[in-house]
């Protein structure tokens, strides 16, 4: 123990650290950082026969040299191993068990999906080889774009953003080129208070200043006050279709109408398609710009925290502005428009290097020709009905901030059930991971107090999503029994107990040194 | 349907249970205008096999880097990665976990995130790295924009040895956030341009090393004349194996260090996903864009992994959060940490000699061929040749003999008068007999 009182484990240590007794932690190994595990002048690859040192002496690079090798760890491949797979079980997975964050659409990754996006000829293939010798890729974009464009309705789309938030941009670029490119000069854009952080923080980030827009009793956008702020200094209202609160927003078209005849662009925050794909074309709503997240609707793996990929559908109106580069067919084969001018001059611009996630394109296209037309309105369907039936379930347990009518793919809860029995959100949601489960989304969204926003999503089986409300339900008896002890300490039997959050922020330690 | 586990009489039970006639019934929200009463123009589903067949397709037409003799870099480069990287990153519990915001059931995903960030802050030589970027490009799109709330000022100046595609993406980022940005013009040494074109009002300086043409720049006079200024120094670099070879952006003064991780860990993958790097001097910590994860205890003392400093960030600060940034990219910063778990710094400095040595044997090959010139001075592993024709008729020649020459630099820069440039690289996975294809090659198509 050092003098902070954190208990490093060493590397004696690693088999014999006490686990505090908890259920769960046979054959579960306490891990070091690899810094802890030596190796200091050591690598786990082989360089048979290459130059060494000595060879450098002929080097032209003195002086812009380094004096020594980075001081790093390396370690031989069994320990290495060893290492990761150890990590790896202190994860959950949506492989282990159903992964209810609402908003985040944790649905089974189809393996045959990992083994496409491995061929060489998608792997191994480098952006700038000459488009001669890459046409199978510039297809399978191409193709991508297609059913992208098909599903939404929309005539125009830009691959490249690499994640959602980056294809909120894009698309708030976009419109920003479409009014610059009439010399207007807009500096507003629209938010629902329910809207994910991403929203504000896109807008601002594109220049706009945010002004939040009310919403109603019911859950829905507020349309007297969207009216009354859509003043002509307006560029853009930006709506998730289904909402945050999991619900359809009904009056959908009669937004897009308003917010046209201000002169403004309706944008959407397509993170919850999956619950509407192949069921409602958003371009039939009159939505100008939509980022579809590939790793939610279309099951690219979420890998903790990344790759994504944001592709954003475009209307008519804002298709010239899409950033570079562009797909076009001429003559018989694919080319790419990679340069601002031309035919590409209205281009906002480029949101990175290269052409984007193709890595995450096979995998959702793969999903997607898995499914097919009629398959991917049975994931809609299949979704919605998931969520309801878990609603259905929990209600005489829960309360719910919006408890009239069906809910789309995410079931919302509230914590007034919670009121006087000492437990909080919080609590309880630590106390599923005992149960077996990760935690719904809590605390989002910001308008619903206490929120736990349930998404089971289409792969859950029955009877897992009968296993997840029994324990649910099981836990708000024990909540009603006054069994606070449970919850407070919760977890008891995950890896680790409670982390010490304001510790990290108020002392922050963000990299392994010697001490 | 395979991924589809639910049967008709489940649906049929749980419409009961929620107590709908049918499914329509649960869309009632939705205009009826909007209604879709057939599945769109779209194929139907179909089995494994026939969508692994349509792929294959596809796959088959494109030319892999490792079929043949191959010198593309610019910004992605072809390395070997140890099996054992793609295995561990294919595990379930890093594949298909969420960003780790219950870290008592997230620390295999927090821990490899500290040990990445500890890595990176190493490599870049600079205190503090974050969790990772999308990319090398959008990782310096978002430098510029902290430099900028950092120093409080508006212009940027982006050497011209930069990578075309970076200035093209900081400048998308930088125009609607009221950042001028200066791409100073394109040359081989563009460096010596920089410290004049700074001034009082600069909020930083973007330096790439070695640059978009291959050359190796020291940047500590630079990083001085930024500093007297008031400037930050933001160096950028696309090929991470140089790390293990030269002087680190940290040693040379840089305030803010950002590259492209790709070479370490991860495949060409036409373009991406790639993973950014992004790291800075510990007092810009707090302005810095995207996830960090900090070291605490749990509830009995052991020492464990959060994500941290979040009221930076967009879901807490909304409009006022430091960048938009919501995922980074994970399972490729974990390839990342593998494959630097396994090297160690010896390895990564053992590869990087191999690698700057394969790039010699390639100028001394191209070198002795009839009109060619070789015009980077110093490089690492990627150098710039002068050919007496267009680059890219150069290189669609050798196309048409399964040789990629490697990138015009008219692709990247079409309007920087530069049609007769080639860049070419070399890595340790080129061998011997690429090399001598490549000379050989191309002399007899300049003798043409």
Redesign the interface.
């Known amino acids: 123990m050092n003098a902070a ?5 060493t590397r004696a240590e690693v088999s014999t650290a006490p686990r ?1 007794g908890h259920p769960g932690g046979a054959l579960m190994q306490d ?1 070091p ?3 802890e595990l030596g ?7 082989d ?1 048979p026969g ?4 000595a ?2 002496g002929a ?3 003195a ?4 004096a020594a ?7 031989s ?1 069994p320990e ?2 060893r ?3 150890r ?10 068990a159903l ?1 209810p ?1 609402g908003s ?1 659409t ?1 649905k ?3 393996r ?1 999906n ?3 996006a ?13 488009v ?6 510039l ?2 974009m191409d ?1 991508l774009a297609h ?1 992208l464009k ?2 939404a ?1 929309m005539p125009a789309i830009a691959l490249s953003p ?5 294809g ?2 894009c698309g ?2 976009a419109i ?1 080129a479409a009014h610059e490119a009439r010399g207007d000069g807009r500096k507003t854009v629209l938010v629902p208070t329910s809207a ?3 929203n ?8 706009y200043a ?1 002004v939040e827009i009310a919403q109603t009793a019911d859950g829905h956008v507020d349309l007297t006050d969207l009216a009354g702020k859509l003043h002509p200094d307006v560029a853009a209202v930006m709506v998730t279709n289904p909402n945050t609160c999991g ?4 009056d ?2 009669e937004i897009a109408r308003l917010t046209h005849a201000a002169g403004a662009y309706f944008y959407c925050d397509g993170a919850n398609f999956n619950a ?1 794909v ?4 958003p371009g ?2 009159g939505i100008d710009a939509m980022h579809i997240n590939l ?1 939610k609707t279309f099951s690219t ?9 944001g592709p954003v559908v475009l209307s008519a109106a804002l298709a010239a502005f899409a ?1 570079v580069p562009w797909i076009v067919h001429v003559g018989g084969r694919f080319d790419l428009i ?4 031309g035919a590409a001059e209205a281009a ?13 394109y ?1 995998r959702a ?2 999903y ?12 809609a ?2 979704a ?3 969520a ?2 878990v ?3 929990l209600a005489g347990s829960m309360t719910q901030p919006f408890p009239i ?2 809910c ?1 793919h995410e079931a919302l809860f509230d914590d007034r059930w919670l009121e006087g029995t000492g437990v909080t959100t919080l609590d309880f ?2 106390a599923m ?1 005992d149960a077996g489960f ?2 719904m989304t809590m605390y ?1 969204p910001l308008v619903v107090h206490g929120a736990m926003l349930i998404e089971p999503t ?5 009877r897992e999503l009968d296993r997840f409300c029994d324990a649910l339900l099981e836990l708000a008896a024990a909540v009603r029994a006054g069994d606070v002890e449970r919850f407070k ?1 919760a ?1 008891f039997s ?8 304001t ?3 108020r002392r ?5 040194t010697a001490e | 349907m395979r991924y589809l586990p639910l049967s008709d009489t489940d649906r049929a039970e749980m419409l009961a249970v929620i107590g709908a006639s049918d499914i329509d019934t649960l869309f009632a929200d939705v205009p009826a205008a909007a209604r879709l009463a057939a599945p769109v123009d779209l194929p139907a589903h179909a089995g494994e096999m026939a969508v692994e067949r349509a792929l294959g397709v596809l796959a088959a037409r494109n030319r892999p880097a490792g079929a043949g003799p191959f010198f593309c870099g610019a910004g992605a480069y072809r390395h070997h990665v140890p099996a054992s990287v793609d295995h561990l990153i294919q595990r379930s519990e890093f594949l298909t976990s969420y960003t780790p915001y219950q870290p008592e059931i997230a620390q295999g995903t927090l821990q490899s995130l500290f040990e990445f960030q500890t890595q990176v802050a190493v490599l870049t030589g600079l205190p503090t790295a974050n969790a990772s970027m999308y990319d090398g490009s959008t990782a310096c799109a978002e430098a510029v924009m902290m430099a900028a709330r950092v120093t409080r000022r508006r212009k940027a100046v982006l050497s011209g040895g930069l990578h075309p595609h970076y200035a093209e993406a900081t400048r998308t980022f930088a125009h609607s956030a009221g950042v001028d940005v200066r791409r100073l013009a394109a040359a081989i040494d563009a460096e010596d341009a920089v410290v004049p074109a700074i001034d009082g009002q600069t909020a930083c300086v973007v330096v790439q090393t070695p640059n978009v043409f291959g050359a190796v720049t020291d940047v500590t006079a630079i990083a001085a004349a930024a500093h007297a200024a008031g400037a930050l120094l933001i160096v950028v670099t696309t090929e991470a194996i140089s790390f293990g070879l030269l002087k680190s952006p940290g040693e040379m003064g840089a305030d803010i260090a950002v590259a492209e991780g790709q070479s370490i860990g991860n495949g060409l993958n036409f373009g991406g996903p790639y993973v950014g790097l992004f790291a800075c001097r510990e007092a810009l910590t707090r302005q810095a864009p995207g996830r960090l994860c900090g070291e605490t205890v749990d509830a009995e003392g052991r020492r464990g992994f959060v994500l941290t400093l979040s009221t930076r960030e967009q879901h807490i600060r909304r409009d006022k959060a430091t960048s938009n940034i919501c995922t980074n990219s994970g399972l490729c910063a974990l390839a990342f940490t593998i494959h630097m778990t396994l090297l160690g710094g010896t390895g990564l400095a053992e590869l990087a000699r191999i690698n700057h040595a394969r790039a010699r044997a390639l100028r001394a090959a191209l070198a002795a061929v009839s009109g060619v010139e070789v015009v980077t001075p110093r490089f690492f592993n990627e150098f710039t040749i002068r050919v007496p024709r267009p680059a890219a008729d150069v290189v669609e020649a050798l196309a048409r003999r399964d040789i990629i020459a490697g990138v015009p630099v008219s692709r990247l820069d079409p309007g920087a008068g530069m049609d007769d440039l080639l860049l070419v690289c070399a890595t340790e996975m080129t061998t011997r007999e690429d090399i001598d294809d490549f000379a050989e090659a191309l002399a007899v198509e300049l003798a043409v």
């Open positions: 009182g954190v208990i490093r484990p505090g891990e950082l690899i810094f190796g200091w002048d050591r690598t786990g690859i360089f290459e130059p060494t040192g060879d450098m080097s032209d690079l002086g812009l040299t380094r090798p980075p001081v790093l760890p390396g370690l491949e290495t191993v290492h990761y797979v990590l790896s079980q202190k994860n959950h997975a949506i492989d282990l992964y964050l985040c944790m089974h990754n189809p045959l990992e083994k496409l491995r061929l060489p000829g998608f792997l191994d293939i480098h952006p700038l080889q000459p001669s010798t890459v046409q199978g890729a297809a399978l193709t059913w098909t599903l309705g690499k994640a959602g938030a980056h909120e941009l708030l670029l920003r994910h952080g991403t504000p923080a896109t807008a601002a980030l594109a220049g945010v619900l359809f927003e009904r959908v078209i509407i192949g069921r409602v074309r039939d709503l790793h793996p979420h890998g903790g925290g990344g790759p994504g990929a950033p990679e340069q601002a001018t906002l611009g480029r949101m990175c290097a290269f052409h984007g996630q193709m890595g995450m096979v296209l793969a997607m020709m898995s499914h097919g037309a009629d398959g991917l309105r049975q994931v369907e299949d919605v009905l998931n309801n039936y609603k259905a379930r009518g069906p789309m949601a630590k991971i990760h935690p989002f289409e792969t859950e089986p029955r300490g977890p995950a890896p680790l107990r409670r982390l010490d959050e510790l990290a922020a922050p330690r963000l990299r392994w």
